[in-house]
């Protein structure tokens, strides 16, 4: 159905104003009592700046309700806050300290030769007093 075909009598906009509602004590009452639920229920979810007036509440319910809008405000301390500590010197008693170790060094007790690899990759040093031991690497090695 297209819009050509609709009578003038139907339209999709209205210009006549909603009716105020006027309250009877019982239902102010009841209003009164959603108000305290709504700003209790405010309270308790931590959304305080959503609590509201009778007024407000009012304007709220029937959607009229334009909250005011907040100016952003940077946080700027009053004063730069660092906590203090005190320096406490470590106690030096000599225990527990090492001695540092001296490296290695040859002595030339004895010569060395070469090294033997007998197994893949295990690797023994040939000395110039045991050159037999050579001999025998070299033969398992076949």
């Known amino acids: 159905m297209t819009m050509s075909l609709v009578g003038p009598g139907l339209t999709t906009t209205s210009y006549k104003k909603p009716k105020k509602v006027n309250r009877t004590k ?66 030096d008693s000599g225990v527990g300290v090492a001695p540092k170790k001296e490296s290695p060094a040859y002595t030339g007790e004895q010569k060395l030769i070469g090294i033997a690899t007998m197994h893949k990759s295990n690797m023994v040093p040939i000395f110039e007093d045991n050159k037999q031991m050579a001999i025998e690497i070299a033969r398992m090695r076949r």
């Open 26 to 91: 019982a239902r102010q009452l009841i209003f009164e009592r959603e108000h305290r639920e709504h700003n209790k229920r405010m309270k308790s979810n931590g959304r305080h700046s959503e609590m509201m007036s009778l007024a407000e509440y009012d304007l709220y319910v029937s959607g009229n309700y334009k909250p005011e809008a907040k100016k952003f405000q940077e946080y700027v301390p009053s004063a730069v806050f660092r906590q203090e500590t005190k320096q406490y010197p470590s106690k």
